[in-house]
């Protein structure tokens, strides 16, 4: 029986915290950020918290839960 995989992608764009929510990075940072204001630049930086249907989906893969 093959062994079960999980998808390495995923388990480089979000992380599981030990509370079970699960974190991505914001979008919007890759370029065009001179006509971003300061405040939008530096809450960019922060890490997101997934809404639950999307989480439960991501901790529902093979190897992504905590």
């Not at 992380?15 to 939008?40: A, E, F, I, Q, S």
């Amino acid at each position: 029986m093959p062994k079960v995989k999980g998808k390495d992608s995923l388990r480089k764009r979000f992380r599981v915290t030990p509370h079970g929510k699960v974190m991505h990075r914001r979008t919007g940072k890759r370029h065009l950020m001179r006509k971003k204001d300061t405040k939008r630049r530096l809450r960019l930086r922060k890490p997101d918290i997934l809404n639950p249907p999307v989480a439960k989906k991501i901790k529902s893969v093979p190897h992504m839960s905590v």
